[in-house]
């Protein structure tokens, strides 16, 4: 296991240079905007990001139990994919999720529960296509409604169109 010297050996500056540019352009176009009832009853302390041995990169508040809590940002290296939101007794309550493969970059905005898309969200595909709805363990359910790419939209019960989930253990 690594020394604590050496997981704090990342800066804000550093953190930003793994996020790719398209992400960051995302990001400052479109803050991420926190509904207050998910920032209630947190308390948390801010340490500089730390990498841990999967080469996941975590930038933000920790809880006195040592699992991350409020505000943060999540890289994990091997699914390419980055997390910015909130967080409770390590798990994302809720956020965005980037997910990227290669050139394609796909978006969630929603709530979470264990690390999956649980609740209202959105989910923005690469391909243009928009799904605004309900989510029950990273799949789409319940009530929706779909933008085509060319602007056609589907509204109404949304049945196992897809999947879609962030998972990762620390």
Request: aromatic share 12%; glycine share 12%.
């Amino acid at each position: 296991q690594k020394s604590l010297n050496h997981l704090n050996k990342y800066h804000s500056s550093d953190f930003n240079t793994l996020i790719s540019q398209k992400i960051q352009d995302y990001m400052h176009e479109h803050p991420l905007e926190i509904e207050q009832k998910y920032k209630e009853n947190l308390e948390s302390i801010d340490v500089k990001p730390i990498e841990f041995k999967t080469g996941n990169i975590y930038e933000g508040g920790w809880n006195k139990n040592l699992k991350m809590e409020g505000q943060g940002k999540y890289y994990l290296k091997a699914e390419n994919v980055f997390v910015e939101g909130i967080w409770k007794d390590g798990n994302i309550i809720y956020g965005r999720v980037f997910m990227t493969n290669e050139d394609e970059l796909d978006i969630y905005e929603g709530e979470m529960k264990d690390s999956s898309f649980n609740g209202k969200g959105k989910l923005t595909s690469s391909n243009g296509q928009v799904y605004i709805g309900d989510f029950i363990d990273g799949e789409k359910t319940g009530n929706g409604k779909i933008i085509f790419a060319d602007g056609t939209i589907y509204e109404g019960q949304e049945i196992e169109i897809g999947r879609a989930s962030c998972r990762e253990s620390v």
